[in-house]
């Protein structure tokens, strides 16, 4: 008899050791262990955990009510307010998928989200009804039922039908026998990426990796209990990085937010005793903004995770001044929000500021329970040298990645090639193993035949003090093809040239890198904070 | 079209989205995310993470070379050295299986183990030789080969042949390419249960629950990169509770201990700046012991975990000044080490100390990433009510279950009866949630059809301040057919007589549940500091 055979002998999965992996574990067991804690503050409004517990699983028991079954898609498009939070919950207890609409999104993509996902229900705050009503009359097939989430805070709204959420939810029982999912594999949310181009791609997460995620965010920042995370980074996107999840497994508390509001969240950092929140870059810049004009500490340290290009020395130490301290993550929709962490070594302390500003700014290792990244040849597959010049692809494998497009083969297995799902960003590997970005594939610049990596020419314009946001884009040349232009957006008050730029940037960086044309006025944003590219090259190269 | 089928269409697993789960992915994490920090401490010697993994690697191309394979056992019977960490790793990269000896085994019951796990080999302190070899000269079938692992530091020694572990060692290359288990359900340990009747059972477990159990570690104890952790806990217990495998996942240095002296352990928390360890009661009143008698402060705060009895007021009020902040853990080697743990509760800060020993003595809640804890009637299956008075049996439903008992099906299927895992222990729940032990099911007194809890009778005992240990057992009495018996060891010193112990148990607790004879001198314990309830029945009995 084999020795492998023994090992496996009458050892079967049993409903004793086995339970599929699913972050609805973590608040069934938060209600029980820290049953009166706040789980969720909006405005004058307190939840404890049995509250929230006891909503999610009403919430559960009115879509079972309203015939949703497993495998249904269930759609919201609402702000950080407590029912986004019990979404997240009450939808996967009966076997459903979330699917988080961007708030800011035109509505034909709306429209285009609500028939691919085949959503049969739709929670939306009655902000955002102008978008919802223009979006279901360009449906082709059945629209689904409409739940307007009322926020009495908002003064007066206008809904879609009658059907209003606190009053559907009173009248539902906790129901507490919801199941977990059959298997781990199975879907838990969908999320649709904002392509530049052609239509949006619905990426399928499933619970086993929800579970992991959340588990992960609590590792790699060392969260204990008693956090209090300020909603600054919409749930909409990637499931708020997983956080929703992160919070009900350690039992912390989230403070719920209608908008960015700078001067609303120094209030809240200061009344709520606010330890935690994430956001893009933008968001890091006004809170800095915000408390430096109103010349004030915070009084407690608090801990920021922040995705996207490096924000500024200037801002990174006022920051550092005010109390906030900053890890940068990165990551994509197909990885559940963070797949990498800038982790800190011991020994940075000792490094002057501006070496701090660029060792914390990268893209860094792999997240604690994510497999594997790596900076891959996509050619060949192989691994760059870790000399923080060969240019590659980040790419991610392990189990806190997407189960891939909805109804996209053929995107999905370009995403999977070769066993890795593919970023789509250029990076570099530094001699100490961290991973730095150098640029998304379609925004490297071609001149000459060189590459030019625009986030590299960013960095250089965004020294200057008197930049506050800058994005380097493609411009066609009729001698070099292509040449870097650069827009930006300058603090309030300034009256820099763009001579002194010019000169400012050929002093620090090669000739042929320097923008060739500079634009000043207001950057175009998406939903969350990053800039739009593809706009900006739209309007320099008139196409 | 069916919608469930359209989130499972064309979004299988593949080798992109999906890796077992296995604790041998943190090591290599944190060798490359770490690779210049202290992984291992012994006596003089320092491991990087960069070096423990190559140690790690060239183990597993060592048993490779030895013919060791997926599915083969190795055994173990080492104390708390560099190897026995490093066998954690080296042995599952190959696919074989870890089985830890007790060291303090007789040789009988090692021959027992060897025999049973078919150990192909056998890694040995040369401390441990003597019984070894007499295990060795019992078996009836192959001997495992054996490697004895050589320790400078401690003088002369005898070996069982020539093979030497650190000479083998230095002649394997570092082998990277191993391979984690195909699935993740795949055996990891064995590790043979201390029966007390009968022979020992093997317990099974698998990479996905050492993986979960090691994360659960982190997240119950909020553990930061850079814990520095000292072995007061035996590794061969249960996989040193998965500890092996959490320092792997954070990045956190352990200070080995080749056995638990005081003094040795007071030195090295302070010149290693120990932060973090575990071990049972009796390993905690020794360091508070020998603290209070240098009466010196600690000069940081360290964190300890502890499994089994609460320590009495006095010893915890100690622990307290000197610095120790000790949190109560609950497990079996069936649920990986700690399966519960008796979470603080922010209010119990206002407590006195003598509630504060109450509350936090208690056996607590499910373990963060452990499915499930209940209190369960044993017969109907029905949870008991949260009274405080009811007792059920301790049960446990989730991940971080053992797979079942080796080549032992009736163990196994009796073990998971009706969906859960029986621990044997009996236990109430009480108001606020938690659970709190009464007694094994086999060391319940039944006195004139009364049934006592030999702890809670304990408990009174222990409060006399020169007692040091405390057993109850029960004695057969032929009127009430039985009667509770106490063995207790006095602090040094102390003249304490059965009068004046017998009268303050009275005044404490009811008269029937008063031990009715005293038994002076000192407990015999188990290897890992468990007092042995059946040697003390039989002496008492004599049978």
């Known amino acids: 008899m084999s020795n492998i055979c023994h090992f496996n002998e009458a050892l079967e999965k049993t409903a004793a050791n086995h339970v599929p992996l699913s972050p609805l574990s973590f608040i069934r067991r938060t209600a029980a262990v820290y049953p ?3 789980a969720l503050v909006y405005n004058d409004l307190r939840y404890s955990w049995q509250q929230t517990y006891a909503r999610c699983c009403q919430l559960a028991s009115l879509l079972t009510h309203l015939g949703i079954q497993k495998g249904d898609t269930v759609a919201v498009m609402l702000p950080n307010v407590p029912a986004m939070y019990e979404a997240h919950f009450g939808i996967p207890m009966v076997g459903a998928v979330l699917n988080g609409i961007n708030i800011r999104l035109d509505p034909e ?52 039908g009658g059907l209003e959420y606190e009053a559907l939810l009173t009248d539902q029982p906790a129901w507490k026998e919801w199941q977990l999912p059959a298997d781990e594999w199975d879907a838990i949310a969908l999320g649709y990426t904002s392509g530049t181009t052609g239509n949006p791609k619905g990426v399928v997460s499933h619970h086993r990796g929800a579970y992991l995620n959340a588990v992960s965010n609590a590792l790699s ?54 330890t935690h929140y994430c956001g893009a870059p933008i968001v890091h810049t006004m809170i800095a903004d915000a408390a430096t004009a109103r010349s004030e500490l915070i009084g407690h340290t608090i ?37 990498s962490v800038c982790t800190k070594q011991t020994e940075w302390a000792q490094c002057s500021l501006e070496e701090r500003v660029q060792l914390n700014g990268r893209q860094g290792v792999a997240y604690p329970l994510q497999e594997e990244m790596a900076v891959l040849d996509a050619e060949t597959m192989a691994p760059v040298p870790a000399d923080g010049k060969t240019i590659g692809e980040i790419m991610f494998r392990g189990n806190i990645v997407m189960k891939g497009y909805l ?114 006025g207001a950057l175009p944003t998406t939903a969350t904070g990053k800039i739009q590219k593809f706009q900006l090259r739209q309007q320099v190269n008139g196409d």
């Open 36 to 38: 009166d804690r706040t």
């Open 109 to 160: 993509t709306v429209a285009f989200i609500l028939e691919h996902s085949r959503s049969r229900l739709l929670l939306v705050d009655p902000e955002y009804v102008d978008v919802v009503e223009k979006a279901l009359a360009q449906l082709e097939g059945p629209a689904p039922q409409v739940i307007n989430v009322s926020d009495p805070s908002q003064g007066e709204e206008r809904w879609i």
């Open 221 to 274: 920042w060392t969260l204990p209990a008693n956090v209090t995370y300020l909603w600054t980074l919409p749930m909409f996107h990637c499931n708020g990085w997983c956080f929703p999840w992160t919070l009900a497994a350690i039992g912390g508390t989230s403070v719920c937010l209608r908008r960015v509001d700078p001067e609303h969240i120094l209030a809240l950092i200061k009344e709520q005793g606010v």
């Open 303 to 339: 801990y920021g995770l922040v995705a996207g290009a490096a924000p500024p020395a200037s801002v990174f130490e006022r920051m550092e001044k005010i109390g906030i301290e900053l890890t940068h993550v990165y990551g994509l929709t197909e990885t559940y929000g963070p797949a």
């Open 407 to 520: 109804r996209n083969e053929a995107a999905t297995r370009e995403a999977f090639a070769g066993g890795w799902f593919h970023s789509g960003d250029l990076a570099v590997i530094e001699p100490d193993g961290y991973v730095k970005i150098r640029d998304r594939l379609k925004d490297v610049i071609i001149s000459g035949g060189e590459n030019i990596s625009s986030l590299e020419v960013e960095d250089i314009v965004q020294r200057h003090p008197d930049v506050e946001f800058v994005a380097v884009v493609a411009m066609t040349d009729d001698k070099w093809g292509e040449v870097p232009a650069a827009f930006v957006q300058l603090r309030p008050g300034s009256e820099l040239s763009e001579d002194a730029l010019i000169r400012f940037c050929r002093e620090r960086i090669s000739h042929y890198k320097a923008p060739k044309k500079f634009v000043f």
